[in-house]
């Protein structure tokens, strides 16, 4: 305490000498306990001066709305007359009479204290006083204190109130924090009293009412903690809105007009919720009774409006409803949020007694609880999924100051998180941890999550940043597992299966609106995860149709409709995740990949990584995945779950990664994809092979720059480096040769997706053709004898010792040397012409 | 109190010996009642529809009933000075006080609690009244009467237990009479609020009860919780004439889902003590199966036996009926819950089901305490609400049908779905289904959110192929026999056979590491031989190891038991091959 006001006076001192006199002599006061000045207050705590309990006996302990009735009184804007004048009766008017004493000569007013409590109204008058004078922000090096120019700001705006945030009086002074937290009604009202004298020494003219808004408290506590010791409290609460009511006006002022006479009364404020209806009238020469009735529209009202307030989801525990709790809002505060906002609020937390009848003087013994409401705080911003969490182009705009401290806990966890070395495993451990194995494909999908940034040319070319990945791979590994698993982490992802989805369906549909004939624009799955990863479930069962319009949407990322009125491109740039099955079910290692999943080439090639998920039929991975399932039915799990990051983190990584990480390819990193890029291209052409085999194309490396750019973001890094490059090397050659190795030779060859068939399969068939022909050449005349494929075959055998040539090679070739013109085939016989 | 002849202050010995020996007049074995309070809380009379009328305010009841919203905290004057001498509200429902009495008080809290009769709740398992009205059983032994007159002659409500038929005639009579001193009060109360029908519309039978839980941490309670609560019986008359009376202020501070829930229509209970209960307490019979013993293995034959002459002989369903209703969510593993096993039974037709469907409906609800049955339609899933979903107009949980406790067992007949559209409200219902067949899961729908509830219901899916919209663990093709004329159910079996699937539905299990070795090897070797073996199966396999070892009482699982599923699994793949 002590030292919280000491530099401040220190600061305070060389500024403005004016200030330096009133503020130093109560700092001492304040900061110093030897001071003999304070110790006289301090003794006089146990007696108060029986004036002052006397008034505040009636509302102060009891939370009745007798205390909010009088509170509102005393904050409502009085243009006529301020409150020190309209109601000497009320209690906390007291100190603003010695108010202006105090400045001049702080000693001399007689000690005053809030009932109940050893809070000297004079010291924290002065506390509040010295505070708005006073307090800067950490690195603000201004005359004038950061509040006074807020209070300036104010009255130039003409507006009513001024934000007061908690941590600033907190950092200022923290007894008043304590104080203000503790008996907000009464340190609110000395608020608003200061403030008001404030705002007339700048301004006498300026005749609106000032009052304090505080929020941002130290503390903030939840529904469910709230317990009858908060009562009367400041407290600080998140949740969501769920219901407001309309709005009520409530009378603040009634205005009588005698039915008699004509005569109007004087404004009759209202007391503890009720208006004394004045029984006669006022008017000397009328005196009549029961005459007087309430004229509505020359009544002061102000808005009232009861706001219901849930619980968000995650502050409820297990096998619990959420808890709801109301708040009262006035004046400004009506209709600051909506159903479905969620908001941090701060406010005082009162509790009501149910009074029985009108006029009776008792009350149930329950309470109604509500929060009256200083100030309400839409916390969206700090929602890690916040509504565009996949927004990568302006990520950066969202304005910094609304950025809650909660939030930045939040991302200091995140940043503390990406700083691990083991991240990178740590978060492929976290996706799907009960899905066995496939470390690798996690990873893939790891980049597919974090995705590569887009890039946009002056020339309007665009570079993709959205990864899509298909997974092939035999029945029961868990592929579809996967897929909902990531469809359920990306904040928008569209789910379909391959079988039930149409072409129109996955992109946009044009339908005429049956009433007004109009024609409107449906959205499909594609559209709709724009920004987000779209996961087609049985790619392979999809209609050739709909497939077709993938290829747009996988390059150019946009879906095109050219339909009666309608033509439009629509924005789909959204991340592929595809799975399949192999064609036969089970995936035939003797067939290319093409021939496995019989899918267009085309369509392949545009996906960046391509996994085949095979079952092998191992005998150690199937004990392993019994084990497993024994260890889940039989003995208690925690263990093999360690380490393992939740989902909601794992959102808000990836949300934030997204957002906020946007790296760039160091040097190092581009000279290392050049040499792998080459490398790997060179890696076709093995010594002593004639045959050209294509290993790399110019779109696998725009996959490779996704991916190490994807990699950066997993660690948070606006750098790529070339750890990075060699780790998005490892996960292509991974898939790669998983998918696209040549069954023949061995190597990579990205032929057999390009194209479906391998070079050196194409070499095989070119060379059997060739081989076919010369037999042909050899055996057979123009016009002769027709010979049967059978016979062909024994000869190919003997000429071409070790070579096995199978009769469906034959025909093939047979069938080549056919469309050239060659022979003529009959059936089961073949004639040269 | 009526019926507490024992003086438990003066002489607590000579009370718990005498609720002991009255325990063993009623026939129970000595060694088997260990552990139990011989039926003292049973001297308590319930609350439910039928005893409210006779309850007397401000007395002690026990309440039996599902926590099926929770209303949150209320405030109440705890203590106040009143002349000088503090007095309390605690147990007490709204008192009226000098708002004097106000500047002397301390606000103390209580938890307010919604409770309903446990839904699917069959006759059996209501408290007093074990009158089982399956036609089947015609044939109650005189022993199993008796006792259930001396079950619930310590209610006050019995005056005359002399004939039991009479006093059922008696009661009803009653509750009319009741009914129609009720209206009145009705009609000010609901009048006053204007929000008739917002009034849940009550079962006539079931009795809904606002419980207010006083000193109890709040993660005892759960929702979905079956709880015994024990305590005061408010009514207050007054209460119900106040509610038009809010003064201005409160006109939109107390939308409190209080408002809607007069208290003419739902008593409040102030709990003093308050007990979870099993399906173990729905018994009416005190038996007791030691696990190990051999009544164990008699108990389960007979029930085998009964399940296959309901089931029209079919033995290999009668077995995985059998570890159907012994399954239970006993894990939870990311988004797998371990322990479940929901049966499709497939190949009903018409025929089969106008046979079977009801039998084998009406044997699971004698069997199992809580049981529902849901006709898979077109129209009932585009109509009908199966998620609970949060009323935010009277702040009020509304309940789902899919809002069950723990062990309900749920019956889908999907043989009645034809072709035809689902509207949103249909996909919705039928997406919450898979969830639950999937992972044992309800989403309860509040509006901005869902919230995810676990949940633990045993399912059995009637249909007439395997039902590709219901994801069930075991589906199995239905071959029964046209059944014999007349199945007679001993009640003596029948009260062993529910305390068997109580009992036995809970046991800790577990494997040594030889028998893990063995399993392991068995399911190494099956996928080598079948590669289209998933985790799936491996996890049906082992639950049903388990499920077939706690049939039969162990705790281990034991080779024998381990062919045995293999052996059923294999007879299963080869009826659905065929």
């Known amino acids: ?833 | 109190m009526v019926g507490r002849e024992y003086d438990l202050i003066g002489n607590p010995v000579g009370a718990v010996r005498s609720t002991f020996e009255k325990a063993m007049r009623a026939g129970e074995p000595p060694f088997l009642v260990d552990g139990k309070d011989w039926g003292a809380t049973h001297s308590i009379p319930i609350l439910d529809r039928t005893t409210l009328p006779h309850l007397q305010p401000n007395t002690l009841v026990r309440y039996r009933g599902m926590i099926q919203d929770m209303l949150g905290n209320e405030f109440y004057v705890g203590a106040h000075k009143d002349g000088g001498t503090w007095t309390t509200n605690k147990f007490t429902d709204v008192s009226h006080l000098p708002s004097e009495a106000l500047s002397d008080s301390r606000i103390w809290e209580r938890r307010l609690l919604y409770c309903v009769p446990v839904p699917g709740q069959n006759i059996w398992a209501e408290t007093y009244s074990d009158f089982v009205t399956s036609p089947c059983l015609n044939n109650t032994s005189p022993h199993g009467e008796k006792r259930q007159r001396e079950d619930c002659a310590d209610m006050d409500i019995q005056a005359s237990d002399q004939d039991f038929q009479d006093s059922t005639c008696m009661k009803k009579m009653r509750e009319n009479m009741h009914s129609s001193q009720l209206c009145p009060k009705e009609r000010i109360s609901e009048g006053s609020t204007s929000n008739s029908d917002m009034v849940p519309n009550f079962d006539i039978k079931s009795l809904p009860c606002v419980v207010k839980i006083y000193d109890t941490p709040e993660s005892e309670l759960k929702l979905n919780d079956v709880i015994e609560f024990v305590g005061l019986l408010t009514f207050d008359p007054k209460l119900a004439a106040d509610d038009d009376t809010f003064d201005e202020l409160s006109d939109g501070l107390c939308e409190d889902a209080l408002i809607h829930l007069p208290p003419s229509k739902v008593p409040r209970l102030h709990c003093i003590v308050h007990q979870k209960l099993t399906s173990h307490d729905f018994l009416s019979g005190s038996l007791i199966l030691e696990p190990k013993s051999s009544m164990v293995k008699g108990v389960r034959e007979s029930l085998l036996g009964h399940l296959t002459s309901v089931l029209g002989n079919d033995e290999l369903a009668a077995h995985f009926m059998l570890l159907h209703l012994l399954s239970g969510v006993h894990t939870r593993v990311g988004l797998v819950a371990v322990g479940k096993l929901s049966l499709n039974l497939t190949c009903f037709n018409k025929e089969i089901l106008t046979v079977f469907g009801n039998r084998i409906k009406a044997a699971v609800a004698n069997l199992v305490p809580f049981t529902m049955c849901m006709p898979l339609t077109i129209d009932h899933l585009n109509s009908v609400s199966l998620a609970p979903s949060k009323d935010y107009n009277t702040n009020r949980l509304v309940p789902g049908l899919l809002q069950l406790t723990e062990g309900t067992h749920l019956t889908v007949d999907e043989t009645q779905l034809q072709t035809g559209t689902l509207n949103s409200v249909g996909v919705e219902n039928i997406r919450l289904l898979k969830i639950l067949l999937e992972s044992q899961k309800v989403d309860y729908d509040f509006k901005y959110y869902k919230m995810e509830m676990e949940a633990d219901t045993q399912v059995l899916i009637l249909s007439e192929g395997k039902s590709n919209i219901l994801p069930a663990d075991v589906i199995l093709p239905f071959r029964p026999q046209p059944p014999r004329v007349s199945d007679c159910v001993d009640m003596e079996a029948l009260k062993a056979w529910r305390c068997y699937l109580a009992t036995f539905r809970s046991l800790q299990h577990s494997i040594d590491s030889e028998m893990q070795k063995r399993v392991e090897d068995d399911l190494v070797a099956a996928r080598q031989a079948n590669r289209s073996l998933g985790s799936s199966d491996f996890s049906r396999l082992l639950t049903m190891g388990r499920l077939v070892s706690m049939s039969f009482g162990e705790t281990c699982l034991s080779l024998e038991h381990w062919q045995m599923v293999k052996e059923l699994e294999r007879l299963r793949c080869e009826r659905s091959n065929q």
């Open chain 1, 1 to 833: 305490m002590a030292s919280d006001s000491s530099p401040a006076n220190n600061h305070d001192g060389p500024s403005s000498p004016d200030d330096d006199s009133m503020s130093s002599p109560i700092g001492n006061t304040f900061s110093s306990p030897g001071n003999p000045r304070r110790r006289g207050r301090r003794s006089s705590v146990a007696t108060p001066p029986s004036r002052r309990s006397s008034r505040f006996a009636t509302p102060e302990p009891t939370p009745t709305p007798v205390t909010r009735t009088n509170r509102r009184r005393r904050r409502s804007p009085d243009p006529v007359t301020t409150p020190i004048a309209a109601t000497p009766s009320s209690a906390d008017e007291a100190p603003p009479s010695s108010d202006g004493g105090e400045f001049g000569h702080p000693d001399e007013a007689p000690p005053m204290f809030v009932w109940g409590t050893n809070i000297s109204v004079q010291d924290v008058n002065a506390a509040i006083l010295r505070f708005l004078r006073n307090f800067r922000g950490r690195d603000d090096a201004s005359v004038e204190g950061k509040y006074m120019m807020a209070i300036h700001h104010v009255i130039e705006i003409q507006g009513d109130s001024l934000e007061v945030d908690a941590h600033h009086v907190f950092d200022y002074d923290n007894d008043l924090y304590n104080k203000m937290v503790r008996y907000p009604l009464e340190v609110l009202a000395i608020f608003d009293i200061v403030l008001m004298d404030m705002v007339s020494r700048i301004n006498p003219l300026f005749e609106k009412h000032i009052q304090a808004r505080i929020f941002n408290l130290k503390t903030s506590t939840t529904m469910r903690n709230l317990n009858p010791s908060d009562i009367e409290k400041m407290v600080s609460l998140k949740g969501m809105i769920i219901r407001c009511s309309s709005i009520i006006p409530e009378i603040r002022e009634a205005m009588f007009r005698c039915l008699v006479c004509g005569y109007f009364s004087e404004p009759i404020v209202v007391d503890r919720g009720r208006i004394s209806e004045p029984t006669t009238c006022g008017k000397q020469e009328c005196l009549a009774k029961n005459s007087m009735t309430l004229v509505h529209n020359r009544c002061r009202f102000a808005d009232k409006q009861v706001v219901r307030l849930q619980e968000t989801p995650d502050e409820i525990p297990d096998g619990g409803t959420p808890h709801t709790v109301s708040l009262l809002m006035h004046d400004k505060l009506v209709d600051a949020g909506k159903p479905g906002d969620r908001v941090e609020v701060t406010g005082i937390y009162r509790a009501m007694t149910v009074r029985i009848g009108s006029s009776q003087r008792t009350v149930k013994s329950l309470f109604k609880t509500y929060i009256d409401c200083l100030h309400l705080k839409k916390t969206d911003k700090s929602r890690m999924n916040a509504e565009d969490p996949m927004e990568v182009e302006n990520g950066a705009s969202t304005n910094d100051e609304d950025i809650t401290h909660d939030y930045e806990d939040k991302v200091e966890k995140l940043k503390e998180l990406s700083r691990k070395p083991d991240i990178y495993e740590r978060l492929t451990k976290s996706l799907a941890p009960n899905i066995w194995e496939l470390d690798d494909v996690k990873k893939g999908l790891l980049c597919q999550l974090f995705g590569g940034s887009a890039l946009t040319l002056q020339s309007g070319a665009s570079f993709r940043g959205d990864i899509n990945i298909l997974l092939v791979g035999d029945p029961g590994t868990s592929k579809s597992q996967l897929l909902t698993y990531i469809h359920k982490l990306s904040p928008r992802g569209i789910y379909t299966s391959g079988r039930g989805s149409s072409a129109v369906g996955l992109t946009a549909y044009v339908a005429k609106d049956p009433e007004s004939g109009e024609t409107v624009l449906e959205s499909g799955a594609l559209v709709l995860s724009d920004k987000g990863i779209c996961c087609i479930d049985e790619f392979d069962k999809m209609s050739e149709n709909a497939r077709s319009m993938l290829h747009e949407v996988m390059e150019q990322q946009t879906v095109s409709i050219a339909k009666a009125g309608i033509i439009a491109s629509l924005n789909a740039r959204t991340s592929v995740l595809a799975c399949a099955n192999p064609s036969g079910s089970r995936y035939n290692p003797r067939l290319s990949v093409i021939d496995n999943i019989h899918l267009p080439p085309t369509l392949l090639s545009r996906f960046d990584l391509i996994y085949l998920i095979l079952d092998k039929a191992d005998e150690q991975t199937d004990r392993r995945l019994a084990k497993h399932i024994v260890g889940l039915h039989f003995e208690d799990t925690e263990n093999s779950e360690q380490d393992v990051i939740d989902l909601p983190t794992l959102t808000a990584y990836v949300s934030y990664a997204r957002k906020n990480i946007h790296p760039e390819l160091s040097d190092e990193a581009a000279e290392e994809l050049t040499r792998g890029y080459v490398e790997m291209r060179r890696r076709g052409n093995f010594p002593g092979s004639s045959k050209k085999v294509i290993t790399a194309t110019p779109r696998q490396i725009e996959s490779l720059i996704r991916l190490s750019e994807a990699l950066a973001r997993i660690r948070f890094s606006e750098l790529v480096e070339k750890k990075d490059v060699v780790e998005a090397f490892r996960l292509l050659e991974v898939a790669m040769q998983q998918s696209a190795t040549d069954h023949a030779t061995g190597t990579i060859d990205m032929d057999l997706i390009t194209t479906g068939v391998s070079a050196s399969e194409r070499m095989r068939r070119e060379s059997l053709v060739s081989l076919t022909r010369s037999i042909i050449m050899e055996k057979m005349q123009i016009g002769g004898p027709s010979i049967r494929p059978l016979e062909l075959l024994e000869e190919l055998k003997k000429q071409s010792s070790g070579a096995e040539y199978h009769l469906s090679d034959l025909r093939n070739a047979l069938s080549t040397l056919a469309s050239e013109g060659f022979v003529v085939i009959h059936g089961d016989s073949v004639k040269r012409v």
